[in-house]
Each structure stands twice: as structure tokens, then as C-alpha cells.
């Protein structure tokens, strides 16, 4: 690929900016991480340490049962390491499989790019049959624009690796290109406008560089391929029995954070859902149950969810959290269900704990990057209610290293019950 191909993407002024956070915002200054900003990560160069560290000592197999963007996959490829990982989310999951793909024919995907690109500026638009939260997202020009592409990329899809990673392309430019605000955790902010969004065409250029480049620097990657499951957590089907050595990982929290409307404006310009009310069948079905949006009433018996015998480790305290959550949410405008969210989100990650000791290895090493939570000011002691379904689940010990305070800063905050997060280590 000469100088001239290249210089058709190359548009420096388009690179994801650096960031100065110490957890998932680091990643932004790293080779392929950068490529999907996804909030509910992890610092991969941490990833790396705990993977290097545990490879002074025995041989390493890693597994991460909530694998997101693909964080810890990449950083076992290049720490030479065998791994699996399980997404349930589908969208992060083709996510994660076109970041893995960075070790394929780079001059391949330079090509097909430039294909998608060149179709593009021929294609026709059409802006109209946009639902509205995309409407309200983009004006009218960028939306064509964006039109363009996205009508390319179909006609030339084909599935290739270089067919997944140009599709990553496009999805990886749609914030930066929309004038409204696109907070941090994803969510899309229709009343804030941003002073400079770049242009798709320029914007796909720059993107397209970036990929290029970064699928240069990883082609000699020392590690087998990570493989991918779009599955379940809580069961961990597709992973071998006794596989894992070091689990890393970074769980759902019970804080209410909706992992399926993280998503929703990508899914919705791709024309995957029209609306918010798709994505209980397009995603929350398939997810560990953290969120209010997925316990509606009508869909929970808590009486027998509390009555499960996974839960018997903790059943007397969560019963007690459960209880106060639903007095204290009548006294509320909004009612939201958290006495059903806390409880079908223990029993899920105590069917995670009981999957995960199937397919780990003995000895073995389990980190959750996690944090506690506090609905209606209520709180619930996260770590330690997972710490005691560990070891119900078969696990030997565990202890937990707080690595950040949370929830101190009072302004404009629903309660003043102090959290943090950190990393619980489990050994079995």
C-alpha cells in the first residue's frame, strides 16, 4: 500500500483524543482499544500487569465471562497467552470480533475501506425514514453523509474480516460526528451541542488511518487468537470444563446503569432497532439483570427468587434490602423496581460464580473489577454478598482492594451514601 492509498484516510486532526483517567479512559491512548469507546471497561495496561504477573508463575489461560469491547482478549493475545471470552450483548459482541480481527491483511481492509468510500460518495440519500432520536442527533447534511456510508458498506458487506472491521469504522466515527452531546457512559444528550463535529467522509478517512495503522502494529501479536462466545455468564457454555487459570473481569454493577440504552443510537442509525422499545428483545434478554428497565414487575416473582438456593449465602440480608427498597419506593415519584433489580441481579452472578467454577482450573485466580451500589440510598454491600456466593459456588477465599472512592461529590446527587470500587480477588 503506497504512501498516496494511505493518505486517501489520512486525516490526523481525527484521532481519538487522550484521556487522563486512570480506569477505562486510558485505553484511548492505545492501539485498538481506541477503536470503540465503551464505558463499562477496564484499563487494559492493568489487564496486562495482572496477566504478566500471574505468568511468572504457572501457565496462564484466561477467561473473561463479561468481555465487552474485548479488553482482556486483546491484551492476552499480546501477552502471548491462550483466552476465551463471553459477551451476551450482541452489539459489543460484533464489537469485540471486529477488534480481534486486527490481525488480518491490513492492505485488505485498506482496500475494502477505500471501496466503501469511494461507492459512498455515488450513493443516493436519504434522510427522512430516520427515526427521531437519530434525526435529532445529526442536521440534515451529516446525516446524508452518513447515509452514503452506511448504504456502501451494505452493498459491499461480505462477513471478511476487512468487512468487519470497515463496519467498526463507521460505527467508531457516529458520535464524533453528531453536534449533540455524547456523554462518557455513551448515553446521547439531545439538548447539548458540541462547536465542532467532524465530517463522516473525513471522519471515516481518519478513522480508516488509524485502524490501518494500528493493524500494523499488532500483526505480530504473540498470542493464539482469542476466542469469542455470544453467550451467557451465567453459564458459560462454549468455554472448556477446568480451562481458566486467571479470570479477568469487570461484572455489571447494581446501579440501575442501563447496558442496552448504552447502545441505542448506534443500533438505531444501523437500522438494527427503531426504537427504545426494542431493546428488551434485540438486548436486555440476553443480559445479567442490573438495571430497573429490565424487572419490570409483571416479569418477577421475587418470593421465589429470594427463595433460591443459590442465594442461601445471603438470603437473610438481601431479604431485609429488598424489603426496605420496596417500602421506601412507594414513597417515590418514580417507583423504579431496585428491590426486584438487587435481587435478580445476585441470583444472576450467583449463577455466574456456579459457571465459572466449572470451567476454572484449581488453583485458579478470579478478579472482578466491580463497586457497590446504594438505590434510594439503601445500601448494598456489593463485594461482600458476591465474596460469600463465591464461596458457596466452590471458591476457597477472597478479599477486596478498593481502588477509588465514589459517590463523593454530593452536588446534584439522589443520595449521600458514600461508595467506592475496586477489584475482588477470588482464589479456588
Not at 452472578?349 to 440510598?377: K, N
Not at 459517590?407 to 458514600?418: A, D, F, L, Q, S
Amino acid at each position: 500500500m503506497t504512501p498516496t492509498q494511505l493518505a486517501l484516510f489520512d486525516n490526523p486532526g481525527s484521532a481519538p483524543k487522550t484521556a487522563t483517567s486512570s480506569t477505562f479512559t486510558d485505553n484511548l491512548r492505545l492501539p485498538v482499544h481506541r477503536w470503540f469507546r465503551y464505558s463499562a471497561g477496564f484499563s487494559a495496561r492493568w489487564a496486562e500487569s495482572v496477566i504478566a504477573e500471574a505468568a511468572t508463575s504457572k501457565e496462564v489461560r484466561v477467561l473473561d465471562p463479561f468481555a465487552g469491547s474485548g479488553t482482556t482478549l486483546l491484551c492476552a493475545e499480546d501477552s502471548g497467552v491462550s483466552s476465551y471470552g463471553i459477551e451476551s450483548h450482541p452489539f459489543i459482541a460484533r464489537v469485540a470480533r471486529a477488534k480481534l480481527a486486527r490481525r488480518t491483511d491490513a492492505g485488505a481492509y485498506l482496500a475494502f475501506a477505500g471501496q466503501v468510500l469511494k461507492q459512498a460518495a455515488n450513493e443516493q440519500s436519504t434522510v427522512a425514514t430516520y427515526p427521531s432520536l437519530v434525526r435529532k442527533c445529526y442536521h440534515d447534511e451529516t446525516l446524508a453523509e452518513l447515509d452514503q456510508l452506511r448504504s456502501a458498506f451494505e452493498r459491499h458487506a461480505d462477513g471478511s474480516p476487512a468487512s468487519q472491521l470497515t463496519w467498526l469504522t463507521l460505527v467508531a466515527i457516529l458520535r464524533r460526528v453528531s453536534h449533540v452531546g455524547t456523554a462518557q457512559w455513551q448515553y446521547v444528550l439531545p439538548r447539548k451541542s458540541k462547536k465542532n463535529p467532524e465530517v463522516p467522509f473525513n471522519a471515516f478517512r481518519g478513522m480508516t488511518a488509524i485502524v490501518y495503522r494500528d493493524m500494523l502494529r499488532s500483526q505480530h501479536a504473540p498470542g493464539p487468537a482469542a476466542c469469542l462466545v455470544e453467550g451467557d455468564a451465567r453459564t458459560c457454555e462454549g468455554v472448556p470444563a477446568g480451562f481458566a487459570t486467571l479470570v479477568i473481569t469487570s461484572p455489571p454493577y447494581p446501579n440501575n446503569y442501563d447496558y442496552a440504552d448504552a447502545t441505542r443510537l448506534e443500533m438505531t442509525f444501523l437500522r438494527e432497532i427503531s426504537g427504545w422499545g426494542d431493546l428488551q428483545q434485540a438486548v436486555r434478554q440476553h443480559l445479567v439483570r442490573s438495571c430497573s428497565q429490565h424487572v419490570p414487575e409483571r416479569t418477577v416473582n421475587l418470593r421465589e427468587v429470594l427463595a433460591s438456593d443459590v442465594l442461601e449465602p445471603i438470603r437473610p440480608d438481601l431479604e431485609a434490602v429488598c424489603a426496605e427498597l420496596s417500602r421506601i419506593r412507594h414513597l417515590k415519584g418514580g417507583k423504579k423496581t431496585y428491590h426486584l433489580m438487587v435481587a435478580c441481579y445476585f441470583l444472576d452472578l450467583a449463577g455466574v460464580w456456579h459457571a465459572l467454577r466449572r470451567v476454572c482450573d484449581s488453583p485458579c485466580q478470579v478478579c472482578f473489577v466491580v463497586g457497590d451500589s446504594a438505590p434510594y440510598g439503601v445500601y448494598v454491600p456489593v463485594m461482600n454478598w458476591l465474596g460469600r456466593l463465591a464461596l458457596a459456588a466452590g471458591f476457597d477465599a477472597y478479599r477486596f482492594e478498593k481502588t477509588r472512592d465514589r459517590n463523593i461529590k454530593w452536588k446534584n446527587r439522589k443520595h449521600r451514601v458514600p461508595l467506592c470500587e475496586g477489584r475482588l480477588w477470588v482464589d479456588g
